[in-house]
């Protein structure tokens, strides 16, 4: 053990915390990935499950009006498209989730990879669905779940790259 000096974070100068555990931010976003990581699962299945609808429809003679006035071809192929990383996504962010729970150093690195790709997915989520939908619904809905999805990968990115949470999962492996 080591005496340190405690500093206003309750771990001391060596980034340790008291008793040697680790810090609360690994289990936290532990939880908070394997949260998301259901969340957007479902969302991805659910999103599968209505673009193959509404893909049906657009071919439906009965349907396919209603399904043009409220979405370009353009666009329901762009949503078809983006539906494959969405549901990759909350895959890794759930195993990663569970990492972290363990205390894994790939955890970490997971989830950081899937903050960076989480703000690159948000980004052309939002130009693609400007560009090419003119309801403005479905824009204000793209950029509202683009903006939680960017906070919450800035977090991972700001939280897991800390000096204290890096060291913790590299001592748990000597």
């Not at 499950?49 to 043009?68: D, R």
């Amino acid at each position: 053990m080591h005496d340190s000096q405690p500093v206003s974070n309750g771990e001391n100068i060596n980034n340790e915390t008291p008793g040697g555990s680790c810090p609360s931010t690994i289990k936290v976003f532990g939880i908070l990935n394997i949260i998301f990581g259901v969340m957007g699962f479902c969302g991805a299945i659910a999103g599968i499950i209505s673009v193959l609808f509404l893909e049906w429809a657009s071919q439906n003679p009965n349907l396919s009006e209603t399904v043009n006035q409220q979405m370009s071809e353009g666009h329901l192929l762009f949503l078809q498209i983006m539906m494959f990383p969405a549901f990759a996504f909350a895959i890794l962010l759930f195993i990663c989730g569970l990492g972290l729970l363990q205390k894994k150093e790939w955890g970490r690195k997971g989830s950081i990879i899937y903050g960076v790709l989480g703000i690159l997915q948000s980004v052309i989520n939002a130009v693609g669905t400007t560009l090419l939908n003119a309801n403005a619904e479905q824009i204000l809905t793209a950029y509202f779940g683009g903006i939680i999805n960017i906070a919450f990968s800035v977090c991972i990115l700001y939280f897991l790259s800390r000096q204290n949470v890096v060291l913790a999962l590299k001592n748990k492996h000597q």
